[in-house]
């Protein structure tokens, strides 16, 4: 395990990312983790983030002497990288010439991090003081106008660290930074792959759950799929599957998980169709919270019954929940359930119905939990499913939602959503919603007739994480062709209309 210690930043979770992907597993821990506390972990190597602005500054986190004298490979980055400096006796400073964004970084002498990269370079910085004199043992291997310590190293003491970020997109040659300190300079080997994250997990699976039964709530989306795949890998059929249809996924989703998934996983799928109690129960409901409750309340009602109907006939003693890593880190890494956002956290059980929980994607990111997906033969489209919202297409009618309306919407989503793959988009979108304003008319006219229809809002958004988004800057003849076929195909849809708001201020959904 290589250590990442988070100073505060929001490059941590970057960080272990990017260890990741140069095939060697790695842990975030806070920095407040005294040393003694890492180094018992045994780590194969520790990298200190980036953080806040001075290593002088009041508070200020401080890094442990000790950390550098116990033989681990260490590298500091940015803050860490003063941190680590000052800590060993070089000197930080004020140079009075801060860095912020691209920067040209200068290679000195020949080195092991910075191996095979080019002389001049660009990279992203983002520092106030500098490293002014390196301390003693480490070679300065870059310097820049406003670093004149920009990365040094130490191969005795398997110590290095650099100013700049490594970690992010804008540092072409980051990664390989990465590589050389994990690989050539730590020494680890980079057998932390798809397969044996995969044999790994299987592996806990099976210590945790022996002979014992599991049960797995399937949503159609990608981690609660995975999750599912991992444990019938593990223990077959000691897995039942529960899928509640509420009628409110889009087109063909339902089959989706209901037959193709099934089919091809073998797992015990047990489909509760629920649409017409669903449409019930939001008749005569506009209000968006008030949808959300229902839905929430119902998808609750309908688990539970179909639980208690397989704990009476097979009995259960486990769950399965599709929990990731960055859920875990952002509730501050202790066992136990983490707090996940979509409704299909079955956590609202009642207490006669409380099961241990089964976790296999808890210490796996995101484009983690789709590689093993793919790898374990789920199809493109459901490992790279864009995200959807717990309560589905009965926030994406801006009013009632009724079953001539959700058709309605869902032959409009099945168009645009087609389109945007067929131009090979869907990668650079990060959700495309389709939103059905019910309740607004407008005229228009098709053929020798005036319409009377309803507009559709295509709402399609980039984004890192869903907290911020950008409307998608979608090629106008992509446009055209949506708005074309869906104004054509679709009866009661007279118009087509495109969101240019980003969030904040908006929302991604409408409702
Ligand atoms: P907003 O609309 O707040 O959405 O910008 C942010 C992200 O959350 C999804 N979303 C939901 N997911 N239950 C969910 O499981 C919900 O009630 C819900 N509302 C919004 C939305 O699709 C986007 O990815």
Request: charged residues 20%; negative net charge; aromatic residues 6%.
């Amino acid at each position: 395990t290589v250590l990442v210690v988070d100073f505060g930043a929001q490059y941590a979770q970057l960080i272990a990312r990017r260890v990741r992907e140069a095939h060697v597993y790695s842990e975030i821990v806070p920095s407040s983790m005294p040393a003694e506390e890492m180094l018992a972990k045994e780590p194969a190597a520790i990298i200190l983030s980036g953080g806040p602005s001075s290593v002088y500054a009041e508070g200020a986190p401080q890094v442990d002497a000790a950390l550098f004298a116990a033989g681990v490979p260490v590298l500091g980055i940015c803050y860490g990288f003063q941190a680590m400096a000052k800590a060993l006796g070089g000197t930080v400073a004020k140079t009075g010439r801060s860095e912020y964004g691209g920067t040209e970084l200068d290679v000195l002498c020949p080195s092991k991090l910075l191996d095979g990269l080019p002389e001049h370079q660009s990279v992203w910085m983002s520092h106030g003081d500098s490293v002014t004199e390196a301390p003693a043992g480490f070679s300065v291997v870059a310097t820049s106008a406003g670093a004149p310590v920009a990365a040094f190293e130490n191969l005795e003491s398997r110590l290095a660290g650099v100013q700049y970020h490594p970690e992010v997109a804008h540092t072409p040659h980051g990664q390989a930074v990465i590589r050389h300190f994990l690989h050539d300079i730590a020494g680890i080997k980079p057998n932390w792959t798809n397969s044996a994250i995969i044999d790994e997990q299987v592996e806990a699976i099976r210590a945790q759950v022996g002979d014992k039964r599991v049960l797995c709530a399937l949503s159609g989306g990608v981690d609660s799929s995975v999750a599912a795949a991992l444990v019938h890998k593990a223990v077959g059929d000691q897995l039942t599957c529960v899928f509640v249809d509420h009628g409110l996924l889009r087109a063909g989703e339902a089959e989706q998980v209901e037959k193709d998934y099934a089919q091809l996983t073998g797992i015990d799928v047990r489909t509760v169709d629920v649409s017409e109690q669903f449409l019930t129960a939001l008749k005569g409901v506009t209000d968006p919270e008030e949808k959300r409750k229902i839905i929430g309340r119902e998808f609750i009602r309908t688990f539970e019954a179909a639980a208690r109907g397989i704990a009476e006939e097979q009995g259960i003693d486990f769950l399965v929940q599709g929990t990731l890593y960055p859920d875990v880190v952002e509730s501050g890494g202790g066992t136990g359930t983490a707090n996940i956002k979509s409704h299909h956290n079955v956590g609202g059980l009642p207490d006669d119905l409380q099961f241990d929980l089964v976790e296999p994607l808890r210490t796996l990111f995101k484009d983690e939990v789709r590689a093993i997906g793919l790898e374990l033969g789920l199809p493109e489209a459901m490992v790279w499913r864009h995200p959807f919202p717990g309560p589905g297409l009965g926030i994406r009618i801006v009013g009632e939602v009724t079953r001539e309306r959700l058709d309605i919407l869902k032959a409009a989503d099945a168009i645009a959503r087609a389109e945007l793959t067929a131009a090979g988009l869907d990668r650079s979108v990060w959700q495309f919603p389709v939103v059905l304003l019910a309740d607004v008319r407008s005229v228009g006219v098709q053929g020798d007739g005036r319409t009377y229809g309803h507009p559709v809002v295509l709402r399609p958004v980039s984004s890192e994480d869903a907290m911020t988004a950008d409307w998608s800057r979608l090629p106008y003849e992509l446009l055209a062709k949506i708005s074309t076929r869906i104004t054509n195909e679709v009866a009661d849809i007279n118009r087509v209309v495109l969101d240019v708001t980003s969030k904040p201020p908006g929302t991604i959904e409408w409702e």
